[in-house]
């Protein structure tokens, strides 16, 4: 079982890890995950992994045919019964890899609703699709998507996200009401994610008269950083706002702070935001695809207009001076992580799925 993944340390990256783990304590199943390098893909996390047993190996980033090229010899050498090609647009280079290799069975895991498809990169996964075994979609909204991009229904599944519960045993234990009134942004700094609407309702709220702090973890690109800092210090707010970069213990950040919010753009299923909801966070997000299926609006979370700094300040307030709201919102939060979003439930379906695949 072959994963092939960014070397970005998303969310797709996290997904194929975790099911190269849950792989790997099985006699009948060997796995290996393949990362396509880039340039802010750090050798030390490569090394993490490496240091946990989990064989890992990786392909350039630099071209798209060499990236192919190294992951056909790869294959050559692993002989994979199945490679699983997760997201945009390593999905198009492992599956070519795939059939240069002659793999038996080809998996295409897609992991955001709003992909960069060209004409001829829709085409060309058309085409790709006709020769692929399953297509994952990672909700039922990026499922959707799947299906209005024109990929077969016969082959298009969806199989949602789920995240490591164990890590956030202690949640029901950090009291709402202990935690800092703090807001926390667990998410890389690139075009999708919008954190400079969260800067401007930051700025709104200092208007009104409060001034909690706002703490970004993560790393990503520096030109999307650099703006947020600019951005912060335009408005008045750089005193108000954490830049954490890559935080080693996101369960415990969250448990100390009262609020999760996911400013975005699009999403596929975040596992961030379930990360917060596990943490017994007041959560509050954007109303995008992937998003709003896993918020019950006003029951384990809010949900707010997309890009609308007036309306997340709002929601933001409405948390911030209703504490008991806060504590309710998450403690449903929590209840519905543990039962809809642990990573045991997302290993089954995936291993039923590539079961019947080899089988077939």
Same mark, same amino acid.
């Given at each position: 079982m072959l994963h092939f993944v960014t070397g970005g340390f998303s969310g797709a990256t996290q997904v194929a890890i975790d099911l190269v783990k849950a792989a790997m304590p099985g006699p009948d199943v060997q796995p290996l995950?393949?990362?396509?390098? +880039?340039? /802010?893909?750090?050798?030390?996390?490569? *090394? #993490?992994?490496?240091?946990?047993?989990i064989p890992v190996e990786t392909v350039t980033g630099l071209a798209h045919a060499l990236t192919i090229w190294q992951l056909k010899r790869i294959c050559d050498r692993f002989k994979p019964d199945v490679l699983v090609a997760h997201g945009f647009s390593e999905h198009l280079m492992g599956r070519y890899a795939g059939?240069?290799? /002659?793999? &038996?069975?080809?998996?295409h895991i897609e992991h955001n609703s709003r992909e960069r498809y060209t004409r001829w990169r829709l085409a060309q996964a058309r085409?790709?699709?006709k020769r692929t075994a399953q297509i994952v979609g990672v909700s039922e909204g990026v499922k959707t998507r799947l299906l209005e991009l024109g990929f077969p229904a016969s082959k298009v599944i969806g !199989?949602?996200?789920? !995240?490591d519960l164990g890590r956030f045993q202690q949640s029901g234990e950090q009291a709402y009401? =202990?935690?800092?009134?703090?807001?926390?942004?667990?998410?890389?700094?690139s075009a999708q994610k919008d954190h400079a609407t969260a800067i401007r309702a930051l700025a709104l709220l200092k208007d009104a008269g409060h001034t909690p702090k706002l703490v970004?973890?993560?790393?990503? +690109?520096?030109?999307?950083?650099?703006?947020?800092?600019q951005l912060a210090q335009t408005l008045g707010v750089a005193e108000q706002v954490v830049f954490m970069g890559l935080c080693s213990d996101? &369960?415990?950040?969250?448990?100390? *702070?009262q609020i999760f919010l996911l400013s975005t753009?699009? #999403?596929?299923? &975040?596992?961030?935001?379930? #990360?917060?909801?596990?943490?017994?966070?007041?959560?509050?997000?954007?109303?995008?695809?992937?998003? +709003?299926?896993? !918020?019950?609006?006003?029951?384990?979370?809010?949900?707010? +207009? #997309?890009?609308? &700094?007036?309306?997340?300040? =709002?929601?933001l307030l409405q948390v911030l001076m209703h504490p008991e709201l806060g504590c309710a919102l998450g403690q449903a939060a929590r209840e519905a992580a543990v039962s809809r979003h642990g990573v045991e439930l997302m290993r089954q379906r995936y291993e039923q799925l590539f079961t019947s695949l080899v089988k077939t």
């Open positions: 995950l393949v990362l396509r390098r +880039k340039r /802010q893909t750090p050798s030390s996390r490569i *090394n #993490e992994l490496r240091a946990q047993g059939l240069l290799a /002659q793999v &038996p069975a080809l998996v085409w790709l699709a !199989i949602p996200n789920g !995240i009401g =202990q935690r800092a009134a703090n807001i926390v942004m667990c998410a890389r700094f970004f973890a993560g790393g990503g +690109k520096h030109r999307y950083l650099n703006k947020t800092r996101v &369960p415990a950040l969250l448990m100390r *702070n753009r699009y #999403e596929g299923m &975040p596992l961030a935001l379930i #990360e917060g909801m596990a943490a017994g966070c007041a959560v509050i997000a954007s109303d995008v695809i992937g998003v +709003k299926e896993v !918020i019950d609006h006003n029951r384990t979370g809010l949900l707010v +207009k #997309e890009q609308d &700094p007036a309306d997340l300040a =709002q929601a």
